[in-house]
């Protein structure tokens, strides 16, 4: 189900995006990576993404940022915040703005498989 689709990780972090690619590690999924919101953006406008996975803090442009000119481009495009950032406040943040997700940093694979599969059919 997962196999041959395409999903756009924005990490400015080097180590994990080396530990999200390794959990993918065999699962078939295509992955491209934004180093921050404004290369998201720019890659969101030249490939259709079945999913985005979108850290929220990140140098020249923030996730939150990034978030909003994805989704007034594209309205059906699942967008899942990964972060560090997991107070009750962030969270409402991040639903308040209309992010599918909310998932915390470190990402257990049980999870991250499970949520793909909610938003990609």
Known sequence: MLKGRDILLTEDKK???EIFVGILEGSGINIDIAENG?????????????LIVMDLE???????????????????????????????????????????????KPIEAKILYQTFKKYIN
């Not at 978030?67 to 972060?83: D, G, Q, V, W």
């Open 15 to 17: 180590i994990n995006q």
């Open 38 to 50: 404004k290369e998201a953006v720019e890659k969101s406008r030249e490939k259709l993404y079945s």
């Open 58 to 104: 990140m140098p020249i442009m923030n996730g939150y940022e990034a978030f909003k000119i994805i989704r007034t481009e594209n309205s059906n495009i699942p967008i899942i915040a990964l972060t560090s950032r997991n107070s009750p406040y962030d969270i409402l943040k991040t639903k308040a703005i209309g992010m599918n997700e909310h998932l915390s």
